[in-house]
Nanobody, 123 residues
Framework: QVQLVESGGGLVQAGGSLRLSCVAP????????MGWFRQAPGKEREFVAA????????YYADSVKGRFSISRDNAKNSVYLQMNSLKPEDTAVYYC????????????????WGQGTQVTVSS
């Protein structure tokens, strides 16, 4: 079992930045590829970004490419999502997720999920 705890959400004006963090206590963090997903009110959960176990490979949804950056620190059992140039359409609950083996953009591929952190971008 992997526990994931997100933090860093909040209210920000359009054009601003936020950094989300996700901590996964335990010795096996480096065994998991990590992903960030988001879910806006009335919409389905969607892929945002993913990172490989070593951190050498990253993947992004087209909607956030060039604005968001995913990274990880295996020594701190943490994965991060740096969000710049935020837009009102980025408003959602953001979730981190973990899966064994390679990163994936599909929701069903992830085994463990955090509780989510709210990001609200005002216009």
């Amino acid at each position: 079992q992997v526990q994931l705890v997100e933090s860093g959400g909040g209210l920000v004006q359009a054009g601003g930045s936020l950094r989300l963090s996700c901590v996964a206590p335990g010795r096996t963090f480096s065994s998991y590829a990590m992903g960030w997903f988001r879910q806006a009110p009335g919409k389905e959960r969607e892929f945002v970004a993913a990172i490989s176990r070593s951190g050498s490979n990253t993947y992004y949804a087209d909607s956030v490419k060039g604005r968001f950056s995913i990274s990880r620190d295996n020594a701190k059992n943490s994965v991060y999502l740096q969000m710049n140039s935020l837009k009102p359409e980025d408003t959602a609950v953001y979730y981190c997720a973990a899966r064994t083996w390679a990163p994936n953009s599909e929701i069903y591929a992830y085994d463990y999920w955090g509780q989510g952190t709210q990001v609200t971008v005002s216009s």
